[in-house]
């Protein structure tokens, strides 16, 4: 995938920055990952720790089972109150679940009209985050009321396009490495749509790969390395 490098030059900056997460169960992370860190942890340590900015703010706001239309009945709650300089989004899985296709154009609709608040409102960078895949061939009700989830990827895609956010495409990212190691899905998924510490080590990699801040040789960097 092609890198994003927009927030290199903020990142070199002295001036803190605050990070804003906001989504559903995959980005709270709770529940699926037991004792181990989620995605947003492992990139506040990459952020604090391992790049030298002790003084950034990583605040993950995301709440299991929610959907768009519920972040944006909080939305002054869950994302303006803080003026972040980043906000990092994941959201559409629940949405797959509760939306016919034929309200899609609707639901991309209210998703850019919220991106367009928070550019005005300030944000310096948006992250757009496609759903990682959801296990198709399992015939289990969470998964088969999901089977709509790579249409939203799409409008995630074209949200990303137009609205300058940097795009951080997991569905993409997990089907490369699924051809390379069919193995990887398996190891990757708590069930059928929530991502284990692996899936999270995945998303972890992807995010930072497309920021431009990855680094194989780095102590996160070295964790459960899919090749």
């Known amino acids: 995938m092609k890198k994003s490098p927009q927030l290199v030059p903020r990142l070199q900056s ?14 709270h992370g709770s529940v699926h990952l037991l004792e181990f860190r989620s995605y947003v942890q492992l990139f506040e340590e990459r952020i604090r720790t391992e790049l030298k900015r002790p003084l950034d703010a990583v605040i993950n706001t995301a709440i299991g089972g929610w959907t768009l239309a519920q972040i944006l009945k909080q939305e002054s709650h869950l994302i303006f109150r803080f003026r972040p300089t980043v906000v990092s989004m994941c959201i559409g899985m629940n949405d797959a679940a509760h939306i016919e296709l034929d309200q899609l154009d609707a639901w991309e609709t209210s998703y850019g009209e919220l991106l367009q608040r928070l550019r005005e409102a300030g944000t310096e960078h948006l992250i757009l985050h496609t759903p990682p895949l959801v296990d198709v061939a399992s015939m289990r009700p969470m998964a088969q009321k999901r089977l709509n989830a790579p249409h939203f990827s799409k409008a995630i895609r074209r949200l990303a396009e137009t609205h ?43 995010l930072c790969r497309q920021l431009d801040i990855w680094d194989p040789a780095s102590q996160l960097g070295r964790l459960f390395q899919f090749q």
């Open 14 to 27: 002295s001036e803190p920055i605050t990070w804003l997460f906001c989504g559903d169960s995959i980005t």
């Open 164 to 206: 300058g956010a940097v795009l951080i495409d997991h569905e993409h990212f997990w089907i490369d490495r699924a051809k390379a190691n069919e193995r990887v899905t398996l190891f990757s998924q708590s069930d059928t749509i929530h991502p284990n510490t692996y899936g999270h080590r995945m998303m972890f990699e992807c």
